[in-house]
């Protein structure tokens, strides 16, 4: 049997170290024909989606299921639609279709604060990355802990690679897309998420198509694929085992 990949791209300003227990897990609950790789953005600098949407698709091995979180999930939709049926299946973690407020998408964080968050960011890194963990952590059930782990990642990351991971969040626009993709594709969410609003799970529920499936996790937050990665990835490999059963 041939191997599938499964790749984990992490959120802003994260390497793939936070998501390191949640492949773990998978690796737990997948059969040996499947491995499981956490990547690291290449190192950056662009506020252009695109730039980083063609690294990656150069970078990342085809035919495997994209998966990640927070950007990292809305890279993998993007990801998804530059490659078509080159790709597996999609599986986005807290990831909103629009992490910025559009015409049609009030389910996001206002231009103007993300604006705010920005200017906090060049003017002083350490107190924007200590208030993004503590709202990544927000609703979980160990919010101090998971706050150091996420602050202890997000000052490994250069502020220019921060900055650029910023713009581009701000930058993806993908409303439309999970309507167009012709893979599997599963979106799960927290349901305490501070970020990322519930009403955006229903509005891009609304939007898939037939087999394209939500779900949340009760009593979770941003970081749920962290502190949660046992569940998450019960959730992922239930779906993945039988998408790929399906084929």
Avoid at 191 to 198: F, K, N, R, Y
């Amino acid at each position: 049997m041939s191997v599938q990949t499964i790749v984990l791209l992490p959120g802003w300003a994260l390497g793939s170290a936070p998501l390191a227990p949640l492949a773990e897990a998978l690796h737990r609950r997948l059969p040996a024909c499947y491995r499981v790789e956490c990547i690291d953005y290449p190192g950056l600098t662009s506020h252009r989606p695109e730039s980083w949407v063609a690294a990656l698709d150069h970078a990342l091995p085809q035919d495997a299921w994209l998966a990640g979180w927070s950007l990292g999930g809305m890279l993998a939709t993007s990801l998804a639609q530059w490659r078509g049926r080159r790709a597996r299946g999609l599986i986005a973690l807290a990831a909103n279709a629009s992490f910025v407020t559009r015409s049609g998408w009030p389910q996001a964080m206002t231009g103007e604060a993300l604006e705010d968050f920005r200017c906090g960011l060049r003017a002083s890194p350490t107190r924007t990355f200590k208030r993004f963990s503590r709202l990544s952590a927000q609703g979980g059930r160990d919010t101090r802990r998971l706050g150091r782990e996420l602050l202890a990642a997000l000052e490994t990351t250069p502020l220019d690679q921060a900055l650029a991971g910023l713009g581009v969040l701000s930058a993806l626009d993908l409303r439309e897309v999970p309507a167009t993709l012709k893979i599997p594709q599963l979106h799960l969410f927290g349901e305490d998420d501070a970020l990322v609003p519930g009403a955006a799970r229903h509005a891009i529920a609304a939007r898939l198509p037939r087999g394209g499936r939500t779900a949340s996790i009760a009593e979770a937050g941003h970081a749920f694929p962290l502190e949660r990665a046992d569940e998450t990835a019960a959730l992922m490999a239930a779906f993945i085992l039988a998408a790929d059963e399906a084929v």
